[in-house]
C-alpha cells in the first residue's frame, strides 16, 4: 500500500510539473519525438534527395508499425510533443496516401475523444484532400507559383466559410495564416 501511494504521489507531482499527465509510453513518446527531429533537420535545401529518401521512408514504415500496434498515438499514450510529432510524420508520409488517410481516420477517432488536437486533423485532412486532387477543407495546404506568389495547392471547398471551418478546428482565419507563410517565406 505504501508503494501504491509513493507512485500516486509521485505521478501527481510529475501531472503538477508537466500541466499534463505523464504519457503511458515515455519511450515511444522518445521515439516520434527523434524521428520528428531527423524529419525537421532533413527538410533543408542542403540535403541529399537520398537522405531525405532514407529518412521519409523510415519513418512511414516506423508510423504504420505504430499505428497498427496502437492505434492513433494521441495525448493519453505519448503526451501532447509526442502526438504532435505522430502527427507530423503521417503529414509527412506523402509517397503513402494510404498510410495517411489511415492516420487520418484513426486521428479523427482520437479528436473526438479529445485523445489529438482538431487543428492537426485539419491540416491532415487538407493533407489527404490535395493528394487525391480533391478541394481542401481548411486551406492549410500552399505552395508557390513560378513567379513566387502563394496559391492553394487545390481550391479550397466553400471559400466564402472558411474561417469558421478553421475556427472550429482552432485555426486562425485563412488571411493570418498567409501573412505567416509569406513573412516565413
Not at 42 to 51: G, H, K, N, P
Not at 109 to 130: C, Q, Y
Request: proline share 5%; net charge negative; aromatic share 6%.
Amino acid at each position: 500500500m505504501r508503494a501504491f501511494l509513493i507512485s500516486l504521489l509521485t505521478a501527481l507531482a510529475l501531472v503538477a510539473a508537466c500541466g499534463e499527465a505523464a504519457p503511458e509510453n515515455p519511450a515511444l513518446r522518445a521515439e516520434l519525438l527523434d524521428r520528428l527531429k531527423q524529419d525537421q533537420e532533413i527538410r533543408t535545401l542542403e540535403a541529399s534527395q537520398e537522405d531525405w529518401d532514407r529518412v521519409e521512408k523510415a519513418n512511414t514504415e516506423r508510423m504504420r508499425q505504430i499505428l497498427d500496434r496502437y492505434g492513433w498515438p494521441g495525448f493519453a499514450l505519448v503526451g501532447e510533443d509526442g502526438a504532435r510529432a505522430a502527427w507530423a510524420l503521417v503529414q509527412h508520409a506523402d509517397r503513402d496516401l494510404e498510410l495517411q488517410k489511415r492516420g487520418l481516420e484513426l486521428m479523427r477517432a482520437a479528436v473526438e475523444k479529445g485523445d489529438a488536437d482538431p487543428s492537426d486533423l485539419a491540416f491532415l485532412v487538407d493533407r489527404v484532400r490535395v493528394a487525391e486532387k480533391r478541394p481542401q477543407v481548411y486551406g492549410t495546404q500552399w505552395e508557390t507559383d513560378p513567379q513566387g506568389r502563394w496559391r492553394p495547392r487545390t481550391p479550397i471547398e466553400d471559400e466564402a466559410r472558411v474561417d469558421e471551418r478553421r475556427a472550429g478546428a482552432g485555426l486562425k482565419p485563412l488571411r493570418e495564416y498567409l501573412e505567416e507563410l509569406k513573412s516565413a517565406g
